[in-house]
């Protein structure tokens, strides 16, 4: 794969196919427990998000990547998704960069554990180290700890 073949993206509004196509990567690259078992369950977790802004990477038109801000609280928060097959290619690191042009201030929820396991049955890796390389302070004590997650909040200040 060439990066020149990579085609970035941004959007408030995603067609039916670039939802469906954002909730499988969702589903091949995040925890298993994170899943979301049709486009109606994903389609109610996008139309959670407030405000949102989208951010998408493509080869030839199939989304491999996908990020997004939006407002929670008050505040800017942002997720982001990579195909693994990207994964140390600076390809996540030019997707981060896109997002802080946007926003002074970012929130985000990051697993911390390499305990959770993806649909492939490979363990999720996670990108804490990643998002403190981008800039990001863990803030150790505020924690997210459902019976579907636990993770860690992180903040970039600009």
Not at 45 to 73: A, C, M, Q
Not at 106 to 111: A, E, M, Q
């Amino acid at each position: 794969m060439n990066n020149k073949d990579l085609k970035f993206q941004t959007t408030e509004l995603l067609s039916d196919d670039e939802k469906l196509q954002i909730m499988e990567l969702w589903n091949c690259e995040y925890p298993i427990n994170l899943m979301h078992a049709d486009l109606v369950s994903f389609e109610k977790y996008l139309d959670s998000l407030e405000n949102p802004k989208h951010f998408l990477i493509k080869i030839k038109e199939r989304i491999v990547g996908w990020g997004t801000i939006f407002t929670r609280n008050q505040e800017k928060w942002f997720a982001i998704i990579l195909s693994s097959f990207l994964h140390g290619q600076y390809i996540g690191t030019s997707l981060m960069e896109q997002i802080k042009m946007e926003e002074n201030l970012l929130y985000g929820w990051v697993i911390d554990h390499e305990k959770d396991i993806k649909i492939n049955g490979m363990p999720y890796r996670s990108p804490l180290n990643f998002y403190v390389n981008q800039g990001f302070t863990v803030l150790f004590d505020q924690r997210l700890d459902l019976s579907t997650i636990s993770a860690v909040k992180i903040v970039w200040v600009r």
